[in-house]
């Protein structure tokens, strides 16, 4: 409902552009009208001129796809695909679900030379989702995922999973010490695990091999 993160990238940096995921209509009337009665929170007006809201979620599907979302009481940014087990569900929403393949596969690659940084909350599905990119993922600087098991059904997002997926396609995990060392990286509001990929990273952002000393 506030973008808080987006909020911080775009309010340190003039020049990057951010896409925003978010398949809940209540959400995105409320990132539109800035009312989220939260500390930190996105400028409407940066809605269609560096934030651009993709109004879908993104599952593990072979292609576009229908799908309910389950909407979550008291944090509507807890609502997820997967049915809460705890979290009071208000309403069900239908919305199309994308593979990041797709959502990937349409940006403009002839005028940039690889996504910076992928950022993934999505309650429970994040693995499902990164596997969802196929070799695009490889277009990627850095990822950031966070494990859900316990707070939804069918979830198969534990941490030791993401982490041999993430380096199952050659990434390496960043110590939280060293993040914050690489502004882009360090996330004010979440310290869930972070990756890199050092093809891209020794390309385009030389630096020393401690980038990847684990915590």
């Known amino acids: ?3 808080p993160q987006s ?5 340190a940096d003039p020049s990057l552009a951010v896409i925003g995921i978010e398949p809940i209509a209540y959400n995105i009337d409320i990132l539109k009208s800035g009312t989220a009665d939260w500390p930190t929170r996105l400028d409407p007006a940066l809605i269609g001129s560096r934030l651009f809201l993709l109004p879908v979620a993104l599952a593990n599907v072979d292609r576009v796809e229908q799908g309910s979302m389950y909407v979550t ?6 609502s997820s695909l997967l049915e809460p087990r705890a979290l009071d569900v208000v309403a069900e929403q239908e919305v199309e679900v994308w593979p990041l393949a797709l959502l990937l596969s349409l940006l403009p690659w002839e005028s940039i030379p690889f996504v910076e940084h992928l950022k993934i909350d999505a309650q429970g599905l994040d693995l499902q989702i990164l596997e969802s990119a196929g070799d695009w993922i490889h277009r990627v600087l850095a990822v950031t995922a966070e494990p859900e098991t316990t707070q939804y059904k069918n979830a198969r997002n534990s941490a030791a999973e993401l982490d041999a997926f993430m380096k199952s396609r050659g990434f390496v995990e960043v110590s939280r010490f ?4 690489h502004p882009r990286l360090w996330k004010v509001e979440v310290a869930d695990p972070t990756y890199i990929n050092p093809e891209l990273y020794f390309t385009h952002r030389p630096g020393s091999l401690f980038l990847y000393q684990r915590d």
């Open 7 to 11: 909020a911080i990238w775009l309010g």
């Open 178 to 181: 060293m993040r914050r060392f």
């Open 73 to 78: 009481s008291v944090d509507t940014g807890c």
């Open 1 to 3: 409902m506030n973008a």
